[in-house]
């Protein structure tokens, strides 16, 4: 004779997301990179379009940091330039 009891149900994700934060930077480093935010997909819009290649952004300020192509700095970091405009973050 065997117990055969039903397996439990998962349990639903109750984890919500945490809150986007006004400045963020994917460089671990800097004082504005909150790792709990890069578990889930995140999405830059700069003056309504989609950027795929921001690495720092302020919303109140109106800025977003991108490498300026290949160009490295004299650490081997990329070179960054700031863009302006409107911009919006949201998970994806």
Known sequence: MTDSAPAPAPAP????K????DRLSVDPRSRHHVAAV???PIGIRLNGKERFDVEEYCISEG???VPAGK???RKGQPLMI???GRVEAFYR
């Open 63 to 65: 800025w977003v940091r």
């Open 38 to 40: 890069f578990e889930h």
């Open 13 to 16: 994700e109750t984890a919500s």
């Open 18 to 21: 945490p809150e986007l934060p």
């Open 71 to 73: 160009t490295l700095d």
């Open 82 to 84: 700031q863009l302006k």
